[in-house]
């Protein structure tokens, strides 16, 4: 099965700061990976696909960057919705994976 | 729209069985994957089972190969869950979720309202 590794699993920062989660696959899988946003009481959200693509509804400040192993979601100008847990996740194997999650607070 | 809406909040006792369903409308039923993926209290979102609603072909979670039944109903454009020998490590919200269109990899852009489940005795 493919691991998905992600850190930090928590981090807090200021309104307006650059945040930086990143997702450590345990082999190479290319692009194949998404990232989610997920919020209490809510269904996770898409928010990027093939590691570097937005997925419609989300404000450009959201970025996905990596191939190969190495992943980062980038928030520029962190805002009070951002509040969420963040999760990677790997579609190159059938056996799907998710990373642990990234809470990210104010 | 695409929709996905899933079964009521269960109360289980442990060893016993759990069917969740998700009915699907607003698209062709057969045409995309459903997954189920679960979200324990405090811990993080856990992949179970994929479904190919055309073939029924199936993957699952390595933890869940041995209790866990997904199948699908395309009369009633329905996909289910079925998780069996439940103790209270299996209390959480389940979600299904449908393949999106994401270039050449997949991705899961239509969730479930989520179904919470309590095994307690």
Redesign the interface.
């Known amino acids: 099965?493919i691991q998905m590794t992600q850190s930090p699993s928590s981090l807090s920062a200021s309104l307006g700061d650059r945040v930086t989660i990143t997702c450590r696959a345990s082999q190479s899988i290319s692009?194949?990976v998404?990232w989610?946003q997920?919020k209490p009481g809510k269904?996770?959200?898409?928010l990027i696909?093939?590691a570097s693509?937005l997925?419609r509804g989300f404000p450009s400040r959201f970025s996905g960057s990596g191939s190969g192993t190495d992943f980062s979601l980038t928030i520029r100008g962190l805002q009070p919705e951002d509040v969420a847990?963040y999760?990677c996740?790997q579609?190159y194997s059938?056996?799907?994976?998710?990373?642990?999650?990234t809470k990210v607070e104010i | 729209q695409v929709r996905l809406v899933q079964s009521g909040a269960e109360v289980k006792k442990p060893g016993a069985s759990l069917k969740v369903s998700c009915e699907a409308s607003g698209y062709t039923f057969t045409k995309y994957a459903v997954i189920w993926v679960r979200e324990a209290p405090g811990q993080g979102l856990e992949w179970m089972a994929w479904i190919s609603v055309d073939n029924n072909n199936t993957h699952y979670g390595q933890r869940f190969q041995d209790r866990l039944t997904v199948t699908t109903d395309t009369s009633t454009n329905t996909a289910y869950m079925e998780l069996r020998s439940l103790t209270s490590d299996d209390t959480a919200m389940y979600y299904c979720a449908r393949e999106g269109s994401c270039s050449s990899t997949s991705c899961y852009a239509y969730w479930g309202q989520g179904t919470l489940v309590t095994v307690s005795s």
């Not at chain 1, 059938?94 to 999650?101: A, D, N, T, Y």
């Open positions: 099965d692009n194949y998404n989610y997920k269904a996770p959200k898409l696909y093939a693509r997925y847990t999760y996740q579609s059938s056996l799907l994976s998710f990373g642990g999650g």
